[in-house]
Nanobody, 125 residues
Framework: QVQLVESGGGSVQSGGSLRLSCEAS????????MAWFRQAPGKEREGVAA???????SYAVSVRGRFTISQDNAKNTLYLQMNTLKPEDTAMYYC???????????????????WGQGTQVTVSS
């Protein structure tokens, strides 16, 4: 089992920045695919950013150039640096992990079998 705990969410004004963290614990060996998803009220869950050391990274079109996903393997921690935030970025953000993925499946929710509880991001105009 893998446990994922997100942190770093909060409220920020439009144009501001936040950095989300996701600490992984448990049997993390082999969880080579890591991602951030988000879900706003009344909307479907959306893949935001994902990475795999062998496959590469993938970003949703809406966040390219503003968000950066990274990983510190020594700390078993995944990050999402979010810059130039917009009100439409307001959502609950979730960290996810999987043992296997391909480039085309990086942003698909059904790729991942481990999920965190989420951290809320609110961007005001």
């Amino acid at each position: 089992q893998v446990q994922l705990v997100e942190s770093g969410g909060g409220s920020v004004q439009s144009g501001g920045s936040l950095r989300l963290s996701c600490e992984a614990s448990g049997y993390t060996y082999g969880t080579t695919c890591m991602a951030w998803f988000r879900q706003a009220p009344g909307k479907e869950r959306e893949g935001v950013a994902a990475l795999n050391r062998n496959v590469g990274t993938s970003y949703a079109v809406s966040v390219r150039g503003r968000f950066t996903i990274s990983q510190d393997n020594a700390k078993n921690t995944l990050y999402l640096q979010m810059n130039t935030l917009k009100p439409e970025d307001t959502a609950m953000y979730y960290c996810a992990a999987a043992q296997a993925c391909s480039w085309w499946s990086l942003l698909r929710g059904d790729t991942y079998n481990y999920w965190g509880q989420g951290t809320q991001v609110t961007v005001s105009s």
